[in-house]
């Protein structure tokens, strides 16, 4: 039997209808291709265009004129969190403009996506209550949709919202949000880690800055450190500008210095140094002559460069005086008392520039500062000195004059003798015993002067003991008997010694003068005993008197203490321990109710 042919059943789908669904899925697959291929376009490029760039100005216009093309929209508004101010910053594209404005949290589409953190698509913004037209108004703009995202970063924090305007065909769609989204997240992350890197650049910046200002405080306090060094080193002005002209010109790399300093008694002397030159020079400054000059009359700082036209500041005279041609300066007055200025410091010609710069500037005023107080410091340190001297030399005159005694007592003396006298030869003795006296005059003359100028040095030379010694009692002797005193000369040494015999001579006639006093009235026995002890000659003066007091003993070397004896000064015995520690020896007392003894211990070098 022949097979009959199979009939459609009435509600199955035709070929033409099956085609159709096909090509209608084939259109949706293909749609949603090209709308993934979008998606990942947008995506990519957006990506790409945050890499090539960390500067957040240009991540915010990349990221706008991106989402605006991605989403086919008229414009982007991108608002960044202001925590400080709780505001949204806008950054909005309008044509190749780009503008910004700020919002509260809260106000607006954008505030309330912030303050939510939910994303929001409104169709007809004019509807809705949370929509602010005035932007609208005042541009003349008109919204018809508005779609907007917000942006969270990393650890979930709203950083900003994201919102697109006015779709070019339709309105925005679910794809359209979920783009938005997918690049408002990539944005976040590339904003977050911009400020993050901008954030390390500025603490770097921050350290290099802290790194170079500690680098400054270091080289200003090596600067101070070796400054304060060679001023320590110095003992006079002219010392102390060479330390401080050297530094400065070290230091600021000049092939010149010279300091300036107003005299007290009136003008003002210069102090130059420079590389040719291996010494200070020493010259006189006119008022206001050259740029130091100026400087130290007008208290101002005067910085000058090739560049500069000469005025009338510049001095040929002093370029001459420096050695060559002044090309760049700096000069600095030196703060004086009451804030006049009492000098000025000035550099000439930097070696490795043509001109000194602000840095130079700071460092010379760094000197100078400290270069005043070590100047007024050695001022009065010179005035003290002075009013010190003055007041020794003073002194000095009082023993002097106190010494004086003795050799006119014997003068006199000896000249009352010469006149009872009628055999010549003992009044050629008497004569040549008066000149001797003269001579110890002349003597403690030349300890004056010396020590006004002061030279301190004694004199020392060979002395034979035994002739030196009979000479002591020549002179001693006569006057001492007067007052019933015997003299006792002991010597266990006559051999030589070192010593100056002048300030010696000076000592045992200060120490007979004293035993002499103390025995007054009594008589008694003064007895001078010389011997050898090591390598010292041992020179002991004993008295036969009352004794000193125990409340003066134990000070009766210093000047000016004395035991109640009529006329006395209290110098003769600080005189006589003066003279023995310029000898480097010693003097001693030992004191009892039967009279005192004093040794004097002179050291002698061997050989």
């Known amino acids: ?56 100005d240009e991540v915010l216009e990349l990221i706008l004129n991106k989402i605006t093309e991605a989403l086919e ?14 505001e949204l910053v806008s950054r909005i594209v309008q044509g190749e403009e780009v503008r910004s404005i700020r919002l509260k949290m809260g106000d607006g589409i954008a505030g309330h996506v912030a303050r939510t953190g939910q994303a929001l698509h409104v169709r007809d913004p004019y509807k809705d209550p949370r929509f602010k037209p005035e932007w609208d108004l005042s541009s003349g703009y008109r919204t018809r949709s508005i779609l907007a995202v917000p942006m969270k970063n990393h650890l979930g924090r709203i950083i900003g919202v994201v919102q697109v305007l006015n779709k070019h065909q339709g309105d925005f769609t679910t794809e359209d949000a979920m783009l938005l989204a997918a690049l408002s997240t990539q944005a976040s992350v590339s904003i977050d880690n911009s400020r993050l890197f901008l954030s390390v650049i500025q603490k770097n910046m921050q350290l290099i800055e802290t790194k170079e200002q500690l680098e400054h405080r270091v080289r200003d306090l090596k600067l101070l450190f070796s400054l304060e060094a060679a001023m320590a080193r110095a003992s006079s002005l002219d010392e102390l500008f060479i ?3 050297g530094e400065a010109m070290r230091s600021c790399e000049a092939r010149a210095a010279a300091g300036a300093l107003r005299n007290p008694q009136g003008g003002t002397q210069l102090h130059i140094v420079d590389d040719k030159h291996k010494k200070m020079r020493r010259l006189p400054l006119e008022e206001g002559q050259g740029l130091i ?16 036209k000469p005025d009338g500041r510049s001095d040929t005279e002093l370029d001459v005086l420096v050695g060559f041609t002044c090309s760049s300066a700096l000069a600095v007055p030196l703060e004086g008392e009451e804030g006049r200025s009492m000098g000025a410091v000035a550099l000439y010609n930097k070696r490795s520039a043509a001109s000194f710069s602000d840095e130079d500037r700071a460092l010379l005023l760094l ?11 050695q001022l009065a340190r010179e005035e003290r000195e002075r009013e010190e001297r003055l007041t020794t030399i003073g002194r000095l005159l009082s023993g002097v004059i106190h010494d004086l005694k003795t050799p006119l007592t014997l003068i006199s003396g000896y000249v009352q003798l010469m006149d009872r006298e009628k055999s010549d030869a003992k009044r050629d003795e008497y004569a040549q015993l008066i000149l001797k006296q003269f001579d110890h005059i002349s003597a403690m003359q030349r300890d004056v002067l010396e020590f006004a100028r002061g030279e301190r040095n004694v004199l020392i030379r060979k002395v034979y003991l035994a002739h030196f010694f009979a000479d ?7 006057a001492l008997a007067k007052r019933g005193i015997d003299l006792v000369l002991d010597l266990k040494d006559k051999g030589t010694a070192k010593f100056d015999e002048g300030k010696i001579l000076r000592v045992v006639h200060n120490l007979a003068r004293n035993a002499e006093e103390a025995m007054a009235g009594r008589g008694g026995k003064f007895t001078i005993r010389v011997s050898r002890e090591d390598d010292a000659v041992i020179v002991q003066f004993s008295d036969t008197g009352p004794g000193i007091p125990k409340e003066i003993e134990h000070r009766l070397f210093q000047s000016f203490v004395t035991s109640g ?6 110098l003769g015995l600080a005189i ?19 009279g005192a003894t004093f040794t004097l211990r002179l050291p002698q070098a061997r050989g």
């Open 1 to 56: 039997m022949a097979q009959k042919p199979e009939t459609a059943h009435p509600d199955s789908p035709s070929s033409d209808t099956l085609r159709a669904d096909a090509e209608l899925r084939m259109q949706r697959l293909e749609e949603a291709l090209s709308h993934e291929r979008r998606v990942s376009a947008a995506l990519r490029e957006v990506g790409l265009a945050l890499g090539a760039t960390v500067d957040l």
């Open 73 to 86: 929209a008229d414009r982007a508004t991108l608002y960044l969190l202001d925590e400080t101010t709780d």
């Open 243 to 245: 330390a401080v002209l």
């Open 367 to 377: 000197i100078a500062a400290n270069a005043s107080t070590a100047i007024r410091l």
């Open 576 to 594: 006589v321990k003066k003279i023995a520690e310029e000898h480097n020896g010693t003097i001693e007392v030992h004191s009892t109710p039967r």
């Open 565 to 570: 004896k009529k006329g006395g000064t209290g």
């Open 293 to 308: 000059g100026y400087s130290m009359l007008h208290d101002e700082v005067v910085h000058t460069s090739a560049d500069d």
């Open 472 to 478: 002591v009692k020549a002179q001693l002797e006569p």
